[in-house]
């Protein structure tokens, strides 16, 4: 099985998991954070450190622009912050800190969402 593969599955579950908590916060969570979850596993090689991935792919690269334009015209940062904190909670081996500051850089875009290697959307 793949990684993207691997990732669906967890996201299935890491979803199911979440769902009591998500209702209270919007109607259709998973249906909110779909983008998210399609866009952003693109980028997961890198921000975790995969020797393979000394860069972010052009499909990274490209799907963090598209959810650039879910920050400004669409579900808003706030919502996609939750959904890559709900994405990647737990998740190992867990995002570096590095990588997440070099990825605005090597894509060349500024992002208008946060992600960190300690999400925390409720702040």
């Known amino acids: ?6 990732l669906v599955l967890a996201l299935c579950l890491v ?5 009591g908590e998500a209702e209270e916060v919007m109607a259709s969570p998973v249906s909110v954070c779909t983008p998210i979850f399609v866009y952003f596993p693109y980028c ?15 499909k990274c690269c490209q799907h963090v622009m598209e959810i650039n334009t879910l ?17 990647v ?9 590095s990588k ?11 992002l208008s969402f946060p992600i960190s290697d300690s999400m925390n959307c409720s702040k």
């Open 71 to 87: 920050a400004h015209h669409g579900i808003g940062p706030k919502t996609i912050c939750w959904c890559i904190e709900m994405m």
């Open 89 to 97: 909670k737990g998740m190992q081996p867990p995002l570096l800190p």
């Open 44 to 58: 997961l090689e890198f921000l975790v450190g995969d020797p393979n991935f000394s860069m972010p792919s052009r």
């Open 1 to 6: 099985m793949t990684m993207i593969g691997i």
């Open 100 to 110: 997440i500051q070099d990825l605005p850089h090597m894509c060349n875009i500024t």
């Open 15 to 19: 979803s199911a998991s979440y769902m």
